[in-house]
């Protein structure tokens, strides 16, 4: 916004018209998945398939959509006819920024991932009751997967990053032994090759732990989306031009702009999180870094404009 209202009120010259996109869904917390509109657009997911997705009391997202009155046309979709490039601005969301002193970050583009789902399987009982030499405790038995897996995966590149961000665990009562548990597993790295090794180590695990039987399945993965590399010099170009402290950065987390980069040229512009935080309370960038940000943009789009 800041970008387009400059251009306005300086009565900047451009050749082209200059869109801002908002994509809606980008996150896919309550109406998973993530990226939802991108991907409809792209063609990544079935958009009738994407209305029929639903939150947790069950309404769809079709129906929150067209309650918000924002469901648009599809006539003024993205599309590769008239469209130039996409170019978007946003926070680092992670440490690496602010630890080597950056201003900017040059974004290459974003790591590819693999999610799996791991279930462990064991019988429910009284806790007070039932020995635990006679225990199949389904939860323990998922600690004991983490535990493994996190072993095996820190003999990796450091530079992979794993997380078990959600646990589901039944009946989930505080006096019966849980019988069910079905956790996550999401790696990310850039390197094809690592991502293989993560899905081997997955699934060559043992097939049981703490008596409990373990089963595993993929639930999706992509690769690493290499951003246009034209695109990638021009920011730079800018950055230099400005005289901020900059460096080449991968993306960790997903964007919309992964799915963009496949249907026109498309980069990134990062600046950095304090203290690396993000999705939380304590995300914040300073005004300062959000104006240098803003600028490259400006700046790149004007250059790209020119092309």
């Not at 920024?97 to 991932?113: N, P, S, W, Y």
């Not at 695109?231 to 963009?260: C, P, R, W």
């Amino acid at each position: 916004m800041e970008v387009a209202e400059t251009i306005v009120k300086e009565k900047i010259p451009h050749r082209h018209p200059i869109t801002i996109m908002v994509w809606t869904n980008e996150e896919g917390s309550l109406y998973p998945p993530a990226l939802m509109s991108s991907g409809v657009v792209c063609g990544k997911f079935n958009k009738e398939l994407m209305f029929a997705s639903k939150n947790p009391k069950g309404e769809t997202f079709g129906q929150a959509l067209e309650r918000s009155g924002y469901r648009g046309e599809q006539v003024n979709r993205l599309n590769p006819k008239d469209y130039k490039a996409m170019i978007e601005l946003h926070i680092e969301q992670g440490p690496i920024l602010e630890e080597a002193k950056k201003d900017i970050g040059i974004v290459q583009g974003v790591l590819g991932m693999v999610n799996y789902r791991i279930k462990t399987f064991g019988q429910s009982d009284h806790a007070g009751t039932t020995p635990m030499k006679n225990r199949k405790d389904a939860l323990l038995a998922a600690a004991s997967a983490i535990k493994y897996l996190h072993s095996e995966l820190d003999k990796l590149p450091d530079d992979l990053v794993y997380t078990t961000g959600e646990i589901i665990c039944h009946p989930c009562v505080h006096t019966v032994i849980p019988d069910y548990v079905d956790f996550s597993l999401d790696a990310r790295h850039k390197d094809p090759e690592v991502i293989n090794k993560v899905v081997s180590i997955i699934e060559n695990m043992p097939k049981k732990f703490d008596s409990c039987k373990v089963e595993y399945k993929k639930a999706w993965s992509r690769d690493t989306e290499y951003f246009d590399k034209h695109l990638v010099s021009l920011v730079k170009e800018k950055t230099d031009e400005y005289g901020y402290s900059n460096m080449e950065i991968y993306s960790g987390a997903g964007h919309d702009a992964q799915f963009v980069s496949d249907i026109i040229p498309t980069t990134m512009i990062f600046v950095p999180s304090v203290n690396g935080h993000s999705h939380c309370e304590l995300e914040y960038t300073p005004i300062d870094l959000c104006l240098k940000g803003a600028n490259v943009l400006l700046q790149t789009i004007l250059a790209v404009d020119k092309i």
